[in-house]
């Protein structure tokens, strides 16, 4: 019998691993399915997320959202996390040694969750999960595996917040998704 996410989060308690913690407002365990076929994989809190305690519910979270309806999943469907649990400040990408101190507690959340599908967004993300230094762009969109788990990297929602460009690849990417979970579906009778 593995570990549950309320002993995962119990075992965060209030996590002092690293320096992250001295900013922080809340730590941003992750929300969602406890039992989802699907798990997304961001980077880390930005300021919305760290106020509220909740992963993407800034501009990112709302386009996520739309893109989770291209492949015919709710946020509700889903379960929703971070490499790291707090805020890196002003939002500068994650340090090597913040994400060795706080992939442990990821880890045994996919453990707890046991998805069919992990969806990495960003290249942090990305590269954790795959244990590759290939970038998201030539990445993104392809399935992939990392042991028994189906692995497909996109590109950061908040990517096409600055870059709209990527908005039809991600919408594609997301189309792309739900093809694949049917498929799945139909293989594997879930």
Known sequence: MGVTLDEVRAQMGDC?????????????????????RVMVI????????DLQGEP????????????????????????????????????????VAEIE???PFLRDQ????????????GNFSTKFVLKTERGITGLHGTVQRAGRF??????HPAAALYDPSKREVLKKDFAMLGDLLEKIREMWGR
């Open 101 to 103: 101190q706080c992939v």
């Open 42 to 49: 961001g980077e880390a809190p930005g300021k919305n997320e």
């Open 16 to 36: 002092r691993r690293c320096m992250l913690c001295e900013g922080r407002t809340n730590i941003v365990f992750g929300v969602g399915d406890p039992h989802a």
């Open 110 to 121: 996919i453990r707890a969750i046991h998805p069919d599908v992990l969806v990495t967004l």
């Open 150 to 155: 189906v692995v497909v990297p996109m590109y």
């Open 56 to 95: 993407f519910v800034g501009a990112a979270g709302k386009f996520l959202d739309e893109l989770l309806t291209e492949a015919g999943l709710t946020r509700e469907s889903v379960f929703i996390a971070n490499i790291l649990k707090c805020r890196p400040p002003g939002n500068r990408d994650p340090q």
